[in-house]
């Protein structure tokens, strides 16, 4: 089976703009979930999909939003982009609700100028 | 104001020797336990994981620990190898609440030839 994939895997964006980052799950997984990893707070969670509903959300800002679709793929935006926005952007796929392993993409690194 | 990187604690050991990286977690209710390892320019990669039922489980050349009492996991790693060079992640979850995952600030392993 194919792994998670990301696109793009690196994008450089400046501030006020916006991105879209992309996610594919491994074939059968139904979960997806998104995590921010920087040097100064580590691998922080954004929130999680299962089957096109959010189940969960981290404590970030509004600027942070998801969505997935019916094929589980799974898109995350950031709005209004702010240098501290720069990270690698991790997505983890699972084939349960609940509980299951949880594999990751290579991420996006995303970088705000 | 400006952020401060995280300061991973690093943990040397001799190739062929046995490591051992510790994790506290925070959370009484998380049930499900899961260790990552992570190289440069990659996405984490699941380990092994162990569920609050138990409190040993084994791999191949790894060992998870879990002490419910303290909330303390450990990943032994017999036989360490260079190519286990990387940093490592405890994760926690309660598995009532989705896949959500909390992650630990890492451990760099360095294995010294």
């Known amino acids: 089976k194919a792994g998670v994939t990301q696109t793009p895997r690196y994008l450089i964006k400046t501030r006020g703009q916006q991105v879209t980052l992309s996610c594919s799950p491994i074939s059968g997984h139904r979960s997806v979930s998104w995590y921010q990893q920087t040097p100064g707070q580590g691998l922080q969670f954004l929130f999680e999909?299962?089957?096109?509903?959010?189940?969960n959300k981290g404590n970030f800002p509004g600027r942070f939003s998801g969505r997935q679709f019916s094929n589980s793929r799974s898109e995350m935006n950031v709005s209004t982009l702010e240098l501290g926005d720069s990270a690698l952007y991790l997505c983890?796929?699972?084939?349960?609700?609940?509980?299951?392993?949880?594999?990751f993409g290579p991420g996006t690194r995303l970088t705000v100028l | 104001g400006e952020s401060v990187g995280l300061h991973l604690p690093t943990l040397s050991v001799q190739e062929g020797d046995n490591s051992i990286i510790n994790c506290a977690y925070s959370n009484s209710a998380s049930d499900y336990f899961i260790w990552y390892k992570q190289e440069s320019g990659k996405g984490p990669q699941f380990i092994i994981d162990i569920r609050s039922n138990m409190d040993k489980r084994q791999g191949q050349r790894v060992t998870v620990l879990l002490n419910k009492t303290v909330k303390h996991l450990s990943l032994q790693i017999a036989a360490t190898q260079p190519g286990d060079s990387a940093v490592y992640f405890c994760?926690?979850?309660?598995?009532?609440?989705?896949?959500?995952?909390?992650f630990g600030t890492g451990t760099q392993l360095k294995v010294e030839l």
């Open positions: 999909y299962f089957s096109e509903t959010q189940r």
């Open positions: 994760a926690e979850a309660f598995t009532g609440g989705g896949n959500k995952l909390t």
């Open positions: 983890a796929s699972s084939q349960g609700p609940r509980g299951g392993e949880q594999f």
